[in-house]
């Protein structure tokens, strides 16, 4: 085993392919979590459930490939890259909404003209959990789950369990239409900024957003 140059967790392609072999993954699988890892920089737990989960939720869809979809993210953390790889939900287009509950969990539903969506709503299932400890333990950010030792074991068992540690459930999701705007200017700075966005006499870059300061 190589120590991984890709990110914080070891990779080593040739054998993520290799146990994603031997645990029987299917290709089209196997090609998703690829892509997905090359895209995250890292084969991270989270991609990887977070694959499934978006498989999972494609197929309750009935989703035809480049059909366009939108997304939740309960969490930031891994699982909205799988959203963003497998089903082009990403932050670019405005069609992935991520809202930090701090739940591994996603809703997706197909694009509708009504105000609301059936959407689907997919997320780690804790009493499923039960019956893989090793997830379970990393899961719970436990002291038992020691990285360096258990990484492996982990990802074998994220692929040996794939959507098993799942549930989903059938809920509906407001949709939020495209918004008129006109430009305004900030007396502050003098930039321009769609006008929803204004904050009482500013911008956000000169109001409560203001992340940097000028060094030069
Ligand atoms: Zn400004």
Redesign the pocket.
Known sequence: MTPGKHGKHTFSPQEFNTRMDNCGLSLKMKDCLNRVVAFHSSPAPGVLIGSFMVDLALELLGAVPGEKLYGVCETPKCAPDALQVIANITTGNNRLRIIPIGKFAMTVNAATTNPTAEAVRVYIDLEKLKRYPVIDTWYANSPAFDKPTMAIQLQEEIFRAGRDILSFERVRVGVSGKRQWKSLT??????TIPDYLFEQD??G???SMKYYEKIS
């Open positions: 900030c007396p502050c700075c003098g930039d500013r911008c870059g000169c109001g």
